[in-house]
């Protein structure tokens, strides 16, 4: 019960977020064009890193959602030289963090990270299975809450 409460609320969080953040896309591309660390900036601004990646693929690299998608699950589908950067008015000088190599390393990164996420989530359940109700409930009452007890 917990998991699945849990799981529409950060469903709901992520919609309703969506609209900011691709309008921030630019803000996000620039910050990240110019050496700002993608899990560092995703934890920073509140999104999914592989959110983020996907913004910024579609930005720098003017990327397609379909394509972009694929490009995250499969790295080497980046393109490769990468397009300048001239669109979000940056210099060659304040780009030249910007590598092929280092948004393959991130995506990468940012892919590890969620697999062993979700590994622990899953182990943490399968350590408490029964706790999910009685943790829903403890909060509930917690929060002067009525309803139903577990």
Not at 32 to 61: F, M, Q
Not at 95 to 107: K, Q
């Amino acid at each position: 019960m917990l998991r699945s409460i849990h799981g529409q609320e950060a469903a709901r969080r992520v919609r309703a977020l969506n609209g900011p953040h691709r309008r921030a896309a630019r803000d996000y591309a620039t910050r990240y064009a110019r050496g700002a660390d993608a899990l560092a900036l995703a934890a920073e601004v509140d999104i999914p890193v592989c959110s983020l990646l996907r913004l910024l693929l579609e930005t720098l690299l003017g990327m397609k959602p379909p394509s972009s998608g694929k490009a995250l699950r499969d790295p080497s589908r980046v393109p490769s030289p990468l397009p300048p950067l001239t669109e979000l008015g940056l210099s060659p000088s304040e780009t030249a963090a910007f590598t092929r190599e280092r948004l393959v390393a991130d995506i990468q990164r940012a892919v590890a990270w969620v697999r062993t996420s979700r590994r622990r989530v899953g182990a943490l359940e399968h350590l408490t299975p029964l706790a999910g109700p009685h943790l829903f409930a403890a909060r509930r009452d917690a929060e002067g809450g009525g309803g139903r007890r577990v």
